[in-house]
């Protein structure tokens, strides 16, 4: 019980939230000319896909987003059993799919990441109500919709902000990293700030439950 409250406080004091990614083909992001798509992140953090706004629905882009192999991501195809995380298909509200880099996932069967490994993230959909559940193809090879995500080697951090997910620099930490375990919340207007401000509170929890404990 104490290890599990040391590890839940900790992952809430340092869980940070990295800039959305606009799953839509017009995001210059999933451009060819560059390499936008590549992203830097460390264990702890979230990440929202926002599908389209629904602007237009006759112009709707649907899909369903996948992680895959590198092999699947490189050749744009899913293989016997993709692991599904999410789907762009309601025209009529908005909609965003959370990922959190957590080694152990609360769920059965949900994501789970490691450090110093990569993950790859695609859609094979055409972006139409019937090509959505095209699994070769699609949106991944006309348009480049494709993520990878780099999870930094504890130790190191990301330095967060590029509005443009250009790739993003890491340097060496001077602390080592915690394993973290993340229980995420869905309140999207959470921010770095908001963690922050929460220390100096949950240190006088953690200082109260070890003074009781002990």
């Known amino acids: 019980m104490l290890t599990f409250l040391l590890i839940f406080l900790i992952s809430i004091v340092h869980s940070r939230r990295l800039d959305d990614v606009i799953w839509t083909t017009t995001n210059p992001i999933f451009e060819i ?3 936008a798509h590549v992203l830097n992140a460390q264990i702890g953090d979230r990440l929202s896909i926002v599908c389209p706004q629904p602007t237009n629905i006759d112009h709707y882009e649907y899909s369903v987003i996948y992680a895959v192999s590198a092999e699947e991501y490189h050749q744009c195809y899913l293989g016997a059993n993709p692991h599904r995380v999410g789907a762009c ?5 908005p909609q965003s799919l959370s990922i959190v880099f957590r080694q152990f996932s609360p769920t059965p069967g949900g994501l ?5 490994h990569t993950y ?23 348009n480049k919709m494709k993520l990878k995500v780099d ?11 590029n509005p443009k997910f250009a790739a993003r620099t ?24 908001d963690a922050a401000s929460t220390q100096p509170l949950l240190c006088l929890i953690l200082t109260c439950f070890l003074m009781n404990f002990f």
Request: include cysteine; aromatic fraction near 8%; proline fraction near 7%.
């Open 151 to 161: 999870i930094l080697p504890e130790g190191h951090h990301v330095i967060h902000g």
């Open 33 to 35: 000319s560059n390499n």
């Open 112 to 116: 789970e990441f490691q450090p110093a």
């Open 170 to 193: 890491f340097e060496e930490s001077s602390l080592t990293t915690p394993v973290m375990y993340i229980i995420h919340t869905a309140d999207s207007s959470e921010n770095d700030d």
């Open 120 to 142: 790859y993230f695609i859609t094979t959909s055409t972006g139409t109500p019937h090509g959505i559940d095209r699994r070769r193809g699609g949106l991944c090879e006309t």
């Open 89 to 93: 298909d309601s025209p009529n509200s």
